[in-house]
């Protein structure tokens, strides 16, 4: 292996190490033939699953979109041109498929070049909302179902740089929206309005655990120019355009209407803002209006939130997660830590969940408290409800059905919430009276759907649980061994009828009505394979020990027409993955992986190169382990390479590959996952890390899943970072970055120090950054120079 380095570090010297002037590239023509593909639609129903809506965009961004000029503010990216984020993905056409439609019909009369977003059903279902893009704003549109027709009914001036302008009147006849305010000052300039001081941060000497955010407020100005992008005017406006003025200019977060729709809960930012956190964590109110804009009271107030303490099962103090209930007309339920927020802090009860029933002249009424950290509430009917508790440390999760009237409750789930092969599923709902989804609660009997992940295989299930036995009657098992099939919902429990996602790995993901009782099927869907060019490629799961014991898994594809029984050829091999914490080894060892999962190849993956050649373990298991008090980072690097040894491992005995030619390779923390494996271990010949961290000194206030800041654990965070130990690397690595990455903690300058770091110690590297990009690459010319790189990079190094 060490020969083989050295020829290699020749090799990859041959890139250069200097600045180069390239221009744009494009991969090999056989993964070019499957990265230039047209992507089917995306598809969403009504709640009767009459209407199917076929949303299409174009497969990538271009350039052209990436390079128009934002403003980076409390966690926003904000194009101040049309108010509206800079990062959206845009829809430019939609098609319906009614009941008793043969095929799918165009929408009439949609905006030219339309740049669709903020798809919604109104609340009878009969017509559709969006927003359109120009290049001057945002407006709104409305899309009549029985006619598949479309209007505008407003101006481009729609503020939607805080999220979704607008939600649906109950009634189904008007929509409120943020407008831009009339008159709104332009924004300030930092080249031509000069400071009037400097800028000046304060601590109170309060601990707190906050991650390193990006894009945050920096100056006084950042503070101005945010309010000005985040003040709008709230306006009813109906279906034929008209306009009715409703609150005055504020900075409106989120507007909620009771299940009743006579009521409005209103949320509002206010100063101070903050320059450590993102704008959600900026002081809010939450007032609540009748439906004409009359007050009717301030049922939230929240400070700033700097001071959090530390772990992920720690929250905020005061009433969050305020909502209404969705079983009953106009009545807010909210919750209330009971340990200060803490976890450290030893309590019987983590929170309290409390109910306020309009016109909330009344105290809030205790419902339920949690011994664990509140997880949300499934709602039924005044009479049942469903509590979720979770603690991360033990990654337990419990379930708990509560009457709300007489608040007597019985435990249904107590259980590791990663042990994937005991998930019980989700429960059954259906719209109520008030168009809500609820859970459906039948003769004291609810239906429950599962994923169906076992030992053997992923078989979907429905059950049927009594609330008054706790006893289960499974209805309906998904027994195909050659298929994947998904239950997406249950339309007529009684006829047998259900929706599925049906698929292979060569058939494209298609929904059909299926009847469990005859097993006919009506397709809903008919899409065609994209990837014609993946014909006879070999795919299986494969199944496999770490030296401890730990099942592990891997999805591995061979290239068509391989001897898979004499297996003369030897095939370079090439691992992608992305390690995963757990606190046992059990559940570390259960797969959700099925080889009938359509095959669906991504610039986030190795996938394509089964077409040059490769043998590819996509998705490998990587899991890290901290059992009992131990956390999983304290021993990360020895189990990374044996997570790695073992693959290696696996393939081989299968008499596949040549293991000198093997490479890793990973996104994000799989990146991270690539840097350390090339420092500790002499296994591959050569990896590829994509906007990953590599100095977690940069990220001491916790990383992934890790909860300890720096000073708890200096020895973990040095040993981790690639950076730390840079002297050692000796292997090739291709490292890319997106030079505008937006993810927490990923910086672009992490990949920068650590190309310079390794290129001064003579470690063999190159590195690319690809303009405009964030943490996920979007723009066509940048995702095929990236397959280009990679190519070019393989084929030197396990290939020549």
Same mark, same amino acid.
């Given at each position: 292996?060490?020969?083989?380095?050295?020829?290699?570090?020749?090799?990859?010297?041959?890139?250069?190490?200097?600045?180069?002037?390239?221009?744009?590239?494009?991969?090999?023509?056989?993964?070019?033939?499957?990265?230039?593909?047209?992507?089917?639609?995306?598809?969403?129903?009504?709640?009767?699953?009459?209407?199917?809506?076929?949303?299409?965009?174009?497969?990538?961004?271009?350039?052209?979109?990436?390079?128009?000029?934002?403003?980076?503010?409390?966690?926003?990216?904000?194009?101040?041109?049309?108010?509206?984020?800079?990062?959206?993905?845009?829809?430019?056409?939609?098609?319906?498929?009614?009941?008793?439609?043969?095929?799918?019909?165009?929408?009439?009369?949609?905006?030219?070049?339309?740049?669709?977003?903020?798809?919604?059903? $109104?609340?009878?279902?009969?017509?559709?909302?969006?927003?359109?893009?120009?290049?001057?704003?945002?407006?709104?549109?409305?899309?009549?179902?029985?006619?598949?027709?479309?209007?505008?009914? $407003?101006?481009?001036?729609?503020?939607?740089?805080?999220?979704?302008?607008?939600?649906?009147?109950?009634?189904?006849?008007?929509?409120?929206?943020?407008?831009?305010?009339?008159?709104?000052?332009?924004?300030?300039?930092?080249?031509?309005?000069?400071?009037?001081?400097?800028?000046?941060?304060?601590?109170?000497?309060?601990?707190?655990?906050?991650?390193?955010?990006?894009?945050?407020?920096?100056?006084?100005?950042?503070?101005?120019?945010?309010?000005?992008?985040?003040?709008?005017?709230?306006?009813?406006?109906?279906?034929?355009?008209?306009?009715?003025?409703?609150?005055?200019?504020?900075?409106?977060?989120?507007?909620?209407?009771?299940?009743?729709?006579?009521?409005?809960?209103?949320?509002?930012?206010?100063?101070?803002?903050?320059?450590?956190?993102?704008?959600?964590?900026?002081?809010?109110?939450?007032?609540?209006?009748?439906?004409?804009?009359?007050?009717?009271?301030?049922?939230? $107030?929240?400070?700033?939130?700097?001071?959090?303490?530390?772990?992920?099962?720690?929250?905020?103090?005061?009433?969050?997660?305020?909502?209404?209930?969705?079983?009953?007309?106009?009545?807010?339920?909210?919750?209330?830590?009971?340990?200060?927020?803490?976890?450290?802090?030893?309590?019987?009860?983590?929170?309290?969940? !409390?109910?306020?029933?309009?016109?909330?002249?009344?105290?809030?009424?205790?419902?339920?408290?949690?011994?664990?950290?509140?997880?949300?509430?499934?709602?039924?009917?005044?009479?049942?409800?469903?509590?979720?508790?979770?603690?991360?440390?033990?990654?337990?999760?419990?379930?708990?059905?509560?009457?709300?009237?007489?608040?007597?409750?019985?435990?249904?789930?107590?259980?590791?919430?990663?042990?994937?092969?005991?998930?019980?599923?989700?429960?059954?709902?259906?719209?109520?009276?008030?168009?809500?989804?609820?859970?459906?609660?039948?003769?004291?009997?609810?239906?429950?759907?599962?994923?169906? !992940?076992?030992?053997?295989?992923?078989?979907?299930?429905?059950?049927?649980?009594?609330?008054?036995?706790?006893?289960?009657?499974?209805?309906?098992?998904?027994?195909?061994?050659?298929?994947?099939?998904?239950?997406?919902?249950?339309?007529?429990?009684?006829?047998?009828?259900?929706?599925?996602?049906?698929?292979?790995?060569?058939?494209?993901?298609?929904?059909?009505?299926?009847?469990?009782?005859?097993?006919?099927?009506?397709?809903?869907?008919?899409?065609?394979?994209?990837?014609?060019?993946?014909?006879?490629?070999?795919?299986?799961?494969?199944?496999?020990?770490?030296?401890?014991?730990?099942?592990?898994?891997?999805?591995?594809?061979?290239?068509?027409?391989?001897?898979?029984?004499?297996?003369?050829?030897?095939?370079?091999?090439?691992?992608?993955?992305?390690?995963?914490?757990?606190?046992?080894?059990?559940?570390?060892?259960?797969?959700?992986?099925?080889?009938?999962?359509?095959?669906?190849?991504?610039?986030?993956?190795?996938?394509?190169?089964?077409?040059?050649?490769?043998?590819?373990?996509?998705?490998?298991?990587?899991?890290?382990?901290?059992?009992?008090?131990?956390?999983?980072?304290?021993?990360?690097?020895?189990?990374?390479?044996?997570?790695?040894?073992?693959?290696?491992?696996?393939?081989?005995?299968?008499?596949?590959?040549?293991?000198?030619?093997?490479?890793?390779?990973?996104?994000?923390?799989?990146?991270?996952?690539?840097?350390?494996?090339?420092?500790?271990?002499?296994?591959?010949?050569?990896?590829?890390?994509?906007?990953?961290?590599?100095?977690?000194?940069?990220?001491?206030?916790?990383?992934?899943?890790?909860?300890?800041?720096?000073?708890?654990?200096?020895?973990?965070?040095?040993?981790?970072?690639?950076?730390?130990?840079?002297?050692?690397?000796?292997?090739?690595?291709?490292?890319?970055?997106?030079?505008?990455?937006?993810?927490?903690?990923?910086?672009?300058?992490?990949?920068?120090?650590?190309?310079?770091?390794?290129?001064?110690?003579?470690?063999?590297?190159?590195?690319?950054?690809?303009?405009?990009?964030?943490?996920?690459?979007?723009?066509?010319?940048?995702? !095929?120079?990236?397959?280009?790189?990679?190519?070019?990079?393989?084929?030197?190094?396990?290939?020549?």
């Amino acid at each position: 292996m060490k020969k083989l380095i050295t020829s290699l570090f020749l090799a990859v010297a041959s890139l250069g190490f200097s600045q180069e002037n390239i221009s744009y590239q494009k991969p090999s023509a056989e993964i070019l033939q499957l990265a230039d593909f047209s992507r089917p639609p995306s598809v969403s129903m009504d709640s009767k699953r009459e209407t199917l809506v076929f949303s299409y965009r174009p497969t990538y961004k271009t350039l052209e979109e990436l390079n128009k000029e934002d403003i980076k503010l409390a966690g926003l990216r904000i194009d101040p041109i049309t108010n509206i984020s800079s990062t959206v993905t845009y829809l430019n056409n939609i098609k319906l498929k009614r009941k008793g439609d043969k095929t799918e019909v165009q929408v009439s009369a949609l905006p030219q070049n339309a740049r669709i977003t903020n798809l919604s059903f $109104s609340p009878n279902e009969k017509t559709l909302a969006f927003t359109n893009t120009t290049s001057k704003g945002v407006e709104l549109w409305i899309i009549d179902i029985a006619t598949a027709h479309s209007k505008k009914i $407003s101006d481009d001036n729609l503020n939607a740089n805080l999220g979704s302008p607008y939600s649906w009147f109950r009634n189904s006849q008007a929509l409120l929206v943020n407008l831009l305010p009339k008159n709104r000052p332009a924004l300030l300039n930092s080249k031509e309005d000069l400071p009037t001081g400097p800028t000046v941060s304060e601590s109170s000497g309060k601990v707190s655990q906050n991650r390193t955010y990006q894009d945050l407020l920096k100056t006084p100005l950042d503070e101005k120019n945010f309010e000005i992008l985040a003040t709008s005017e709230l306006v009813k406006i109906d279906l034929n355009g008209q306009q009715i003025p409703f609150l005055p200019a504020n900075l409106y977060t989120n507007t909620s209407f009771s299940p009743d729709g006579e009521l409005v809960m209103i949320s509002t930012l206010h100063r101070p803002f903050s320059y450590i956190v993102p704008y959600n964590r900026f002081p809010s109110k939450s007032t609540v209006y009748t439906k004409d804009g009359q007050l009717v009271k301030e049922v939230n $107030s929240l400070p700033l939130n700097e001071i959090q303490p530390k772990g992920f099962s720690s929250t905020r103090t005061g009433k969050r997660i305020m909502a209404w209930r969705s079983d009953m007309p106009a009545t807010l339920y909210y919750v209330e830590a009971l340990d200060g927020g803490d976890q450290a802090n030893p309590v019987e009860f983590r929170d309290e969940v !409390f109910t306020w029933e309009a016109p909330f002249n009344t105290t809030p009424q205790s419902l339920i408290k949690t011994k664990d950290r509140f997880a949300g509430i499934s709602w039924g009917d005044a009479e049942n409800a469903f509590l979720h508790e979770r603690w991360y440390d033990t990654r337990n999760i419990k379930t708990h059905w509560f009457n709300p009237k007489t608040k007597t409750s019985k435990l249904l789930e107590d259980r590791n919430y990663q042990d994937v092969y005991s998930d019980p599923g989700d429960f059954q709902t259906y719209k109520n009276q008030y168009g809500r989804n609820v859970v459906e609660v039948k003769d004291g009997k609810v239906l429950l759907i599962g994923d169906g !992940f076992t030992k053997e295989g992923q078989f979907p299930f429905i059950d049927e649980l009594d609330l008054k036995t706790l006893k289960k009657n499974r209805i309906y098992t998904a027994k195909s061994t050659q298929r994947k099939e998904d239950i997406v919902d249950i339309i007529d429990a009684k006829k047998g009828n259900i929706l599925i996602l049906d698929q292979s790995s060569t058939d494209y993901p298609n929904y059909y009505i299926k009847n469990i009782k005859n097993n006919k099927k009506t397709a809903l869907s008919n899409f065609e394979n994209p990837f014609s060019g993946l014909k006879g490629v070999h795919k299986e799961v494969i199944t496999y020990k770490r030296n401890d014991g730990v099942t592990l898994t891997g999805n591995l594809y061979l290239p068509a027409g391989y001897d898979r029984k004499t297996k003369k050829e030897k095939l370079p091999l090439l691992i992608w993955a992305y390690p995963a914490e757990f606190k046992d080894k059990a559940t570390a060892g259960m797969s959700t992986k099925n080889e009938n999962t359509f095959t669906f190849p991504s610039y986030g993956s190795f996938i394509y190169w089964v077409t040059k050649g490769y043998a590819v373990l996509d998705d490998a298991s990587f899991p890290i382990i901290g059992e009992g008090n131990a956390e999983p980072n304290d021993t990360f690097v020895p189990q990374l390479v044996a997570d790695a040894q073992a693959a290696i491992d696996a393939v081989d005995q299968l008499g596949y590959i040549d293991r000198k030619k093997v490479a890793v390779g990973g996104h994000s923390y799989g990146a991270f996952m690539t840097a350390n494996l090339l420092t500790h271990s002499d296994l591959f010949a050569c990896g590829i890390a994509r906007s990953g961290a590599y100095n977690r000194t940069l990220t001491p206030f916790g990383f992934q899943n890790e909860q300890r800041n720096y000073w708890d654990a200096p020895q973990v965070y040095n040993t981790m970072s690639p950076f730390m130990n840079a002297h050692k690397m000796k292997t090739p690595i291709l490292l890319i970055h997106g030079e505008a990455d937006n993810n927490m903690g990923t910086f672009t300058m992490q990949t920068e120090r650590y190309f310079q770091a390794l290129k001064n110690l003579g470690a063999p590297v190159r590195m690319v950054l690809l303009p405009k990009e964030s943490h996920g690459y979007a723009a066509k010319e940048n995702i !095929f120079h990236t397959l280009y790189e990679q190519d070019i990079f393989l084929e030197k190094c396990l290939k020549k």
